[in-house]
């Protein structure tokens, strides 16, 4: 498939099937992630992989939404590797991060997986129940596997502004 095509028709996996995710297609999109290009290449990321049964009932305790995938991915940034624009000081770890997950759920709508990126979730919570993340900014949680019979995208999944709406030629 081409990327135009994947890029549409990627979505947020809302139901996944108790299929296990291959270490080679979790490594892949783990790769992906690595190779994600990030300011001044500091590679602030840092990507925690979730797939125990414990661990699984930990992250989903502290998120506000349930869809009981086989992998999670939390990802997170060191602000002490991110880069600092100087004028202003804005730090661009958030913005590596979300480059970095953007590239992982692409990858696994390439290889036949489904993401969910959830924003809804309490980073303390995550810090109290996995350590080592104390002193990372948590930027998001990604859902990740195999798609159960009969999902499908939202409703709302096709619906886009016009172009001329959300470009401006200056």
């Known amino acids: 498939m081409d990327f135009a095509t994947l890029a549409a028709q990627r979505y947020s996996l ?16 783990l790769e992906t ?3 994600a290009p990030t300011a001044h290449n500091n590679q602030p990321q840092r990507i925690f992989v979730i797939r125990t049964p414990e661990g699984l009932e930990r992250v989903d305790s502290c998120i506000q939404s349930h869809f009981r995938p086989p992998v999670v991915l939390v990802v997170t940034y060191d602000a002490s590797q991110s880069w600092k624009r100087e004028k202003d000081g804005a ?7 979300a480059i970095v997950a953007t590239q992982m759920m692409l990858q696994a709508a390439d290889l ?11 980073p303390e919570k995550l810090r109290e129940a996995f350590p080592a993340m104390a002193g990372l900014e948590i930027v998001g949680v990604l859902t990740l596997g195999y798609p159960a019979e009969g999902a499908r995208p939202s409703r709302l999944h096709e619906d886009r502004k016009p172009l001329e709406e959300l470009v401006q030629y200056l």
């Open 112 to 122: 036949g997986l489904g993401t969910t990126y959830v924003a809804l979730f309490d």
């Open 91 to 97: 730090d661009f770890g958030e913005v590596d991060a």
């Open 14 to 29: 809302r139901k996944y099937s108790d299929r296990p995710v291959e270490q080679e297609k979790l490594d892949a999109i």
């Open 33 to 35: 992630g690595r190779n």
